[in-house]
């Protein structure tokens, strides 16, 4: 979830303005043009519509769509949105939330009613890495230290505003990429080899990555309960998908310089998955090449068999809009119709820019193993 200790209102202000506490909900938006080196040109007045979407689980992971009235006044080559959604709070005043900064593409022009318009699909800045591609061989040398690898990467594509954890680890052997690789699936392949998390873009277009921690160990970051200031909407979904989750899990990392084993094992009774629940073992066999040391290749199958065990228990739902939601936020959610009531991790969200529309979540449930 975003941040809220840089504004003028408390927290728990803030959540009254959004779940109408005090009176009736007032959305507005804005949307600001900026240029390449996300340095602000103007504000927009001509985007008609618009909607953001994250996909947590997804290589570029936000994304949005725009429609707009064409005056000849964006590069879409190179000019980017930051759109901004405004709550109006208790004193009449406005405070803002940042919902990413977007490169545009540039489809077909439409003219109706004496106007031109596009509808254009917006990304966040994970696309450049992934249109950028190494030429030749890439290699990372021994001895290199896993975040300075990322780092040189990034400036290789000319990013240079990043978040990016500081490490002591470094890499045991070489890393070579092959020609046609794109960047960001080399600079997840580094991350993964010191468990950290995938790279996504932030709200202020910053490039960030940190030590994955686990959604079981951290703190629900949000609670939605249909409560008399409930946002969520009536018809929440559940989905539960048993039949193939593993319970087992095995990971070997071979190379030239070292030869390392983990697996975990989920024999916890309380988890439907487990082999004490089952009565039967199934096992997910992986060989993998690039992890850092012992250390990380044991982090790395906790956290594989933590995300598999999740995928049984999902959960569809709407509320009203809520411009807080980020990258993978840790939520409560407390819904009497279904009897559900615990901690889930969201996975996907889709909010359109609109006051009083509906806001979509794909949550998963968080299972201790």
Avoid at 190 to 195: E, P, T, V
Avoid at 353 to 366: D, F, P, T
Wanted: one cysteine or more; hydrophobic letters at 35%.
């Amino acid at each position: 979830m975003l941040s809220l200790v840089n504004y003028l209102y408390s927290k728990q202000e803030i959540i009254d303005a959004l779940h109408g506490k005090q009176g009736q909900r007032h959305f507005k938006f804005r949307y600001d043009l900026l240029d390449k080196d996300d340095n602000k040109i103007k504000e927009l007045d001509s985007v008609i519509e618009g909607e953001v979407s994250m996909a947590s689980l997804a290589s570029i992971k936000r994304t949005a769509k725009f429609r707009l009235e064409d005056r000849g006044d964006i590069n879409f080559l190179t000019d980017r949105i930051q759109p901004f959604a405004l709550l109006r709070m208790r004193d009449g005043e406005y405070i803002e939330f940042p919902l990413g900064i977007f490169l545009l593409s540039s489809p077909t022009r439409k003219d109706e009613n004496k106007s031109v318009y596009r509808d254009v699909e917006a990304y966040d800045g994970l696309l450049i890495l992934r249109d950028d591609k190494f030429d030749t061989r890439y290699t990372v040398p021994v001895g290199t230290n896993y975040h300075q690898a990322v780092i040189d990467i990034l400036a290789s594509a000319g990013i240079t505003k990043h978040n990016i954890e500081q490490t002591d680890k470094v890499l045991p052997v070489d890393m070579e990429f092959m020609p046609g690789t794109e960047k960001l699936e080399a600079i997840n392949a580094l991350l993964q080899a010191i468990n950290y998390t995938p790279l996504f873009v932030d709200v202020y277009g910053y490039f960030t990555s940190m030590t994955y921690r686990s959604p079981s160990i951290r703190a629900a970051e949000y609670t939605y309960k249909d409560d008399e200031l409930s946002i969520i909407y009536p018809g929440m979904e559940e989905e539960l998908d048993l039949f193939s989750v593993a319970n087992k899990w095995v990971v070997v990392c071979s190379n030239a310089e070292q030869s390392l084993v983990s697996s975990y094992t989920n024999s916890n009774p309380n988890s439907p998955t487990s082999t004490v629940s089952r009565g039967r073992t199934i096992v997910d066999y992986r060989e993998v090449t690039d992890i850092a040391d012992q250390q990380s290749l044991d982090a790395y199958v906790q956290r594989i068999a933590f995300e598999a065990s999740q995928v049984y228990g999902k959960l569809t739902f709407e509320t009203a809009l809520n411009p807080l939601h980020d990258y993978m936020d840790v939520l409560e959610v407390d819904y009497s119709p279904l009897g559900i009531k615990g901690k889930y991790v969201e996975t996907g969200w889709t909010m359109p820019l609109k006051a009083g529309a509906r806001m979509k979540h794909e949550v998963r449930r968080i299972i201790n193993i």
